[in-house]
């Protein structure tokens, strides 16, 4: 039987790991439960069926880089989730991207107001988090540096750079990519802003 400060250093243990409250909340539970295992039928101390626990979830709780463009670790089980959502996510943008693209394409007009739309949706995200004191300033501020982002600004900055090789500055405007990239980061950003609301983790802390 556990006693209030075994589960206090179970909590503790895992916090140090700064794993999500969703991913915390269901490793807390498979933790108590194997240790109560353990306990009752090693008959063991809870000590010795604490330590072996932590074994048996060293790998899974293992820090590493939350991604090639993040400096910040995080435990690999929340890894293998974040990298899945971020996936989606970037699925989600290219898609809009695309429509966007093709819009550009096929109606000039039909664009502006679509990717005016979005926009606003940014702006109106913003004021959401600003007014009720969800994001700080600086918090914004480094959303910038988010790898999501910093992916597009990088293929933003390869797409540029292969144009300027074949379209003149003055034809830059009709190169649908160029409009797709900018579309594709706007809705990364309105994405990032929804989940920060949500208090789902996109490694925006």
């Not at 750079?161 to 706007?186: C, D, G, I, Q, R």
Request: net charge positive.
């Amino acid at each position: 039987m556990m006693t209030k400060e075994n589960l206090i250093e179970i909590e503790k243990y895992l916090k140090s790991k700064n794993l999500s409250s969703a991913v915390f909340a269901e490793v807390y539970d498979h933790f108590v439960m194997q240790i109560s295992e353990l306990i009752n039928k090693q008959e063991i101390s809870f000590t010795e069926a604490f330590l072996q626990t932590k074994l048996n979830w060293q790998n899974e709780l293992k820090m590493v880089k939350a991604d090639l463009f993040s400096f910040k670790k995080i435990a690999k089980i929340e890894k293998g989730i974040l990298q899945d959502r971020f996936r989606k996510m970037m699925m989600i943008s290219f898609a809009f991207s695309v429509i966007v693209g093709t819009l550009f394409y096929c109606n000039e007009n039909i664009y502006l107001f679509v990717q005016g739309s979005l926009i606003i949706i940014h702006l109106l995200f913003l004021m959401y988090h600003f007014i009720f004191r969800k994001m700080s300033f600086s918090e914004y501020q480094k959303m910038s540096f988010h790898p999501l982002l910093l992916r597009n600004l990088l293929l933003m900055l390869i797409i540029l750079s292969v144009n300027t090789m074949f379209f003149t500055t003055e034809n830059l405007w009709k190169f649908p990519l160029n409009h797709m990239t900018v579309a594709f980061a706007v809705i990364l950003q309105i994405q990032l802003l929804y989940f920060r609301a949500k208090k789902i983790n996109v490694l925006l802390a």
